[in-house]
Structures are given as C-alpha cells and as structure tokens.
C-alpha cells in the first residue's frame, strides 16, 4: 500500500499522514479547550511537529519485546517537550492525543477499559513534564516524571489485563513492575545522558524560547 511497507511499516507518506492526524487532533483539542487558554496556531505546529518526530522515533526501536514495549529512539522526550513548553494542559492533552495514534497505529486491544489504560492514559501522562516546566533542571525532572506517570499506567495494566501471563513464581504486580520498568526506564536513562550533555541542554533551551516566543 501507498501508505505501509511490505513488512507493515510506515512509509514517508505514511508517517506524513501520521503527522497530519496528529495536527488535526490536536485543533480539535483546542478548539474544546478554555476558550480563554486556546492553543495557537504555533503552540499547534510546534507540537504537531514534536508528535510526528515521536511517531518516527518510536519506530525505530532499539529493542523489542515480544509481548509488547521496546526501547525506542527517544520518543518518548518528544512528546514531554510539549509540556515542557507549554505546561500541563497543553501536555496532557497532546500525549493522548499521541495515545490515540498509536492506537491508530500499532493496536492492541483486549478490552475498552484496557485501550483507555494502554494508550490516552499512559501517553497523556507523559504530559506530566509540564508541571515542571519552570523549574531549574525541569526537562530532566520532568521526563523523569512524565515517564513514571507511564511507567504507573503500564504496571496497572499488566497487572490488571495481563496478570496470568506472570510466571509462576512471581506475582502480577512484581512480574509487570520487572517488564514494564525494563523497556521505559532502560530508554529513560539513556535519553537523561544525553540530555545532560551541554550542547544538547543549551539547544534544546533555544527551541524551548522558539516554541514560546
């Protein structure tokens, strides 16, 4: 197909239809937000922009797990630049709607209440990082944050949808803590050493006073 390679990846045009999803998600979103706080059409491009690099990074994957969950490129630090620019609201609105395509794009789906955990739960957490927008060393504190907020979304999960799974010598909580905290966390620090090398630190400030001015 035009959009999906032979293997069921994306092509460009794929991943440009991905990114153009995202964008009108997004102006939905805005236009339910607080008519006093709408999102502008900067705020929206700069995070369309952000959510797309997102969908490509996510498909390249360092490491997969069988059942689900990989070690990614730093997608994850692409959606919690949004709240790190824009706060909260902004944030947590486009990490669902960043939830809501991945869906779109790699489903999985045992159940309704199952999808709500899965996908514009745990990604809309990683809105967590605006929270943390103003604060000193906030990108950093922030990521940690908006990752853990998924982290807690995928142990309930795993708990809850996909408990008989565990082995038997370990229990649901102990045997999702170990699988889910092994993929996000293993990407986590490897996206914190690179965001405290000082040329990233300092671009990522000069994108960051971009997307705000």
Do not use: C
Request: aromatic share 14%; net charge positive.
């Amino acid at each position: 197909m035009f959009f999906i390679t032979e293997d069921g990846g994306l092509t460009t045009a794929g991943y440009v239809l991905s990114a153009v999803v995202v964008f009108a998600l997004l102006i939905v979103i805005s236009a339910l937000a607080n008519k006093n706080k709408r999102v502008s059409a900067k705020q929206l491009a700069f995070a369309a922009a952000a959510l797309a690099l997102a969908t490509v990074t996510s498909n390249i994957k360092l490491l997969h797990l069988p059942m689900g969950g990989s070690v990614t490129l730093f997608s994850m630090l692409f959606v919690t630049l949004i709240g790190y620019w824009y706060g909260p609201a902004v944030g947590l609105m486009a990490g669902a709607a960043y939830g809501l395509l991945q869906l779109i794009l790699e489903p999985y789906i045992v159940s309704l209440p199952q999808l709500l955990v899965d996908y514009p739960f745990a990604f809309g957490a990683l809105g967590l990082s605006g929270f943390f927008s103003e604060k000193k060393n906030g990108l950093v504190i922030g990521y940690l944050a908006a990752i853990t907020g998924r982290f807690f979304f995928a142990v309930l999960s795993g708990v809850i949808f996909f408990g008989m799974y565990a082995p038997e010598e370990m229990s649901p909580l102990a045997y999702s803590i170990a699988y889910n905290g092994g993929y996000i966390y293993a990407e986590g620090i490897l996206t914190v050493l690179i965001l405290m090398i000082p040329a990233v630190k300092s671009a990522l400030a000069a994108v960051k006073t971009q997307a705000k001015s």
